[in-house]
T-cell receptor, first 116, second 115 residues
Framework: AQSVTQLGSHVSVSEGALVLLRCNYS??????LFWYVQYPNQGLQLLLK??????LVKGINGFEAEFKKSETSFHLTKPSAHMSDAAEYFC??????????????FGKGTHLIIQP | DTGVSQNPRHKITKRGQNVTFRCDPI?????LYWYRQTLGQGPEFLTY????????KSRLLSDRFSAERPKGSFSTLEIQRTEQGDSAMYLC?????????????FGPGTRLTVL
């Protein structure tokens, strides 16, 4: 079964600093990878996704992520943090199972704190 | 596009009672998913529908959980004989059903508290 590990339940950065949120997955076949953001009292919103093709994926709000097969990683970055980026971030994987299971498998999430 | 809506947003019930949650997907979406999210965890996939057909239900947590989507539009998730461990946020998502790469759009969730 696939799984996702997010390193660091809480990450704190200063406003204007680089944001790096780590995600590693386990898979025996190439996965489809997603990053979602969850603001308080709001639903999950897709930031970006990797399916096939270019391994550097650009998303909304200045975020991007790079798929590295050799490292089984899909880390999320943003060059300059903004106060509005404070939220919970989830990495997720979706795989064809043959048995029909078609949901997303999420990591435990990383709470991003932006310090002024 | 009004987004995915869920009702109620909050539900408080006593142990042993039955509860039902409703999800209205984005109108043209034919896939609908249910997830559960407990405190400090990521969402956990429960089940999904392609139109009115429930294609995966082995992930439902127990036989006390059931879901329906009778006309391929809105869906309901029912929990019978609730237990305190059922306290969680229940999330619904929908998608166009274009395949494994299509985007799931999530609703705001229903927070269940079992006393």
């Amino acid at each position: 079964a696939q799984s996702v590990t997010q390193l660091g339940s809480h990450v704190s950065v200063s406003e204007g600093a680089l944001v790096l949120l780590r995600c590693n997955y386990s898979s025996s076949v190439p996965p489809y990878l997603f990053w979602y953001v969850q603001y308080p009292n709001q639903g999950l919103q897709l930031l970006l996704k990797y399916t096939t093709g270019a391994t550097l994926v650009k998303g909304i709000n200045g975020f991007e992520a790079e798929f590295k097969k050799s490292e089984t990683s899909f880390h999320l970055t943003k060059p300059s943090a903004h106060m509005s980026d404070a939220a919970e971030y989830f990495c997720a994987v979706r795989m064809y199972s043959g048995g029909g299971a078609d949901g997303l498998t999420f990591g435990k999430g990383t709470h991003l704190i932006i310090q002024p | 596009d009004t987004g995915v809506s869920q009702n109620p947003r909050h539900k408080i019930t006593k142990r042993g009672q039955n509860v039902t949650f409703r999800c209205d997907p984005i109108s043209e979406h034919n896939r609908l998913y249910w997830y559960r999210q407990t405190l400090g965890q990521g969402p956990e996939f429960l089940t999904y529908f392609q139109n009115e057909a429930q294609l995966e239900k082995s992930r439902l947590l127990s036989d006390r959980f059931s879901a329906e989507r009778p006309k391929g539009s809105f869906s309901t998730l029912e929990i019978q004989r609730t237990e305190q461990g059922d306290s969680a946020m229940y999330l619904c998502a929908s998608s166009l059903g274009l395949g494994l790469t299509d985007t799931q759009y999530f609703g705001p969730g229903t927070r269940l508290t079992v006393l």
